[in-house]
């Protein structure tokens, strides 16, 4: 059962945000993509349980893309994204539908979409949620670069068997990954010389922070956007 946090400080959810431009298929999914669609590189945004369509998902999305990569968030909810106000559907029936298992599956066919397109490395960042399905694609050997960042139902079993050089950013207040599993992914990342990794936690933030803060808020914003340029810098490292 996954905590609270996953769910704390829901977005207002706007289809219409945003530089860049939804296409109805990549991958044969519905997708926001933005940047220049001849890059080499290209970054997929593995969003939090609240989906494409959150504003902050988006702008990141938009930042990455001006540092030269063509950047791809889809919509691997289907048009479904949680919703804490649905008591029809509260979080433990919603993610049996929405399983980062299924996600991992579909992100590969966005990933395969992307080397037709002619890119040639391909990194990825997943949220909360998307974190499991990033690591699954690490895991897969799909990817040249991973950025997980506070995430949520991963493992020191799926750390163990990533395949590429990987950067977990976590939070000092986080149930769904504490620091001290943190420490523990970081521990086993150091035994493994062949794979490059960057593990840090956030000091006095909570899982979410990244993507899901308070614009008013001088400290939050500091550290999502501290945590934006150690991922930026981590695919710039890797994929360039």
Not at 56 to 62: L, V, Y
Not at 65 to 70: C, E, H, L, N, T
Not at 145 to 155: D, E, I, W
Request: aromatic share 10%; proline share 6%; hydrophobic share 45%.
């Amino acid at each position: 059962m996954a905590s609270s946090q996953c769910c704390d400080n829901p977005p207002a959810l706007n289809p219409a945000c945003g530089e860049g431009k939804v296409v109805d298929s990549f991958g044969g999914l519905k997708a926001y993509v933005a940047g220049p669609e001849d890059s080499k590189a290209a970054v997929v945004l593995v969003a939090d349980v609240f989906g494409f369509e959150a504003p902050i998902m988006r702008k990141i999305a938009d930042k990455v893309a001006s540092s030269g990569y063509f950047v791809v968030v889809p919509d691997l909810f289907h048009g479904d994204p949680y919703a804490p106000e649905n008591v029809e559907k509260p979080f433990p029936v919603w993610i049996k539908s929405h399983t980062p298992e299924k996600g991992f599956e579909e992100t590969k066919q966005v990933i395969g979409a992307l080397k037709e397109k002619g890119v040639s490395a391909v990194g990825a960042a997943g949220y909360c949620w998307g974190a499991k399905v990033v690591v699954e694609l690490a895991k897969a050997h799909e990817i040249q670069a991973a950025v997980l960042l506070h995430p949520s139902f991963v493992t020191v079993d799926d750390i163990k068997e990533v395949k590429c050089a990987i950067s977990i950013l976590g939070a000092e207040i986080d149930k769904m990954s504490p620091p001290e599993l943190i420490k523990q992914f970081e521990q086993v990342l150091s035994l493994n010389s062949g794979v490059g990794h960057f593990v840090k936690i956030f000091p006095g933030v909570a899982h979410g922070w990244s993507v899901r803060y308070n614009h008013d808020d001088a400290a939050a914003v500091k550290s999502a956007e501290e945590a934006f340029a150690d991922m930026l810098d981590w695919f710039n490292k890797n994929l360039k």
